[in-house]
Nanobody
Framework: QVQLVESGGGSVQAGGSLRLSCAAS????????MAWFRQAPGKERERVAV???????DYPDSVKGRFTISQDNAKVTLYLQMNTLKPEDTAMYYC???????????????RGQGTQVTVSL
């Protein structure tokens, strides 16, 4: 059974940094894509970073230049380095994995339970 377990969330002041991790286990094969989504109260879930097996990455404008997605060589741990955090980055952050990269939240085959990030002024 595939499991994705996020960690590294917490509370930080605006301008600070956090590094999220996602530990994957139970794969029978490594997925082609992994990504991070976030959801803030009252807002739609948003993909904030995606990475494929060849380490090609993509970000929305809202986080480009501040967030960096990466994965270890074995492709079993996913990271999200978040710098220059803003209060609007406050959300629950989720790790996902699938064979496809650019799909909606509900289509990702594997999804974690999330880790909370809170950014205060």
């Amino acid at each position: 059974q595939v499991q994705l377990v996020e960690s590294g969330g917490g509370s930080v002041q605006a301008g600070g940094s956090l590094r999220l991790s996602c530990a994957a286990s139970g794969y029978s094969y490594n997925p082609y894509c992994m990504a991070w989504f976030r959801q803030a109260p009252g807002k739609e879930r948003e993909r904030v970073a995606v990475i494929d097996r060849n380490d090609k990455t993509d970000y929305p404008d809202s986080v480009k230049g501040r967030f960096t997605i990466s994965q270890d060589n074995a492709k079993v741990t996913l990271y999200l380095q978040m710098n220059t955090l803003k209060p609007e980055d406050t959300a629950m952050y989720y790790c996902v994995a699938d064979t496809n990269c650019y799909i909606g939240w509900s289509d990702w085959r594997y999804r974690g339970q999330g880790t909370q990030v809170t950014v205060s002024l």
